[in-house]
């Protein structure tokens, strides 16, 4: 009698798992059209999460080519004082320095076509882009300054 009843149970177990696992043809048809709507949405969330990522790199490039762009000015600037306050100066002291202004000279235009030349590419290589040039300039900036103290002594 106990293995019947086992029997008899484990066969209703079954035939009810069997049932509710089953889905009618309408019911997946449904769940579909949800999980499309869905993942739709998910899309155009997506799309306009990037939009404004991309928006807020582009404000974030022009700030820091602004910004960027007064240094190099600045950069030009004192160049050319320094140039015109060693054109009074010594000639063997002239010629040694003449170099060293053209060459500081050639990274300051060098740094201005790079920030003119850059092309969104993302954000990592935006990133890198800036901490590179943001280095060259406070290199371009020491080397600046070392010269005129030099100068002074």
Avoid: P
């Avoid at 048809?29 to 155009?44: G, I, M, R, T």
């Avoid at 590419?121 to 900036?141: A, P, S, T, V, Y």
């Amino acid at each position: 009698m106990k293995k019947l009843v086992l029997i008899i149970g484990s066969v209703l177990f079954l035939t009810l798992t069997v049932f509710t696992g089953c889905q009618s043809r309408t019911t997946k048809v449904k769940n579909a059209e949800d999980k499309v709507q869905n993942d739709k949405k998910d899309l155009a969330d997506s799309k306009a999460e990037l939009y404004k990522i991309r928006l807020d790199t582009i404000s974030n490039y022009e700030q820091f080519k602004i910004e960027a762009e007064k240094i190099i000015v600045a950069q030009e600037k004192n160049i050319a004082e320094f140039k015109a306050k060693m054109a009074t100066e010594k000639k063997e002291i002239n010629a040694d320095y003449n170099k060293k202004l053209l060459a500081m000279e050639k990274k300051n235009n060098e740094l201005k076509r790079n920030l003119k030349d850059y092309k969104e590419e993302g954000k990592d290589k935006w990133i890198g882009f800036k901490q590179e040039f943001n280095h060259d300039m406070n290199e371009l900036g020491k080397a600046f300054k070392d010269l005129t103290v030099e100068n002074v002594k």
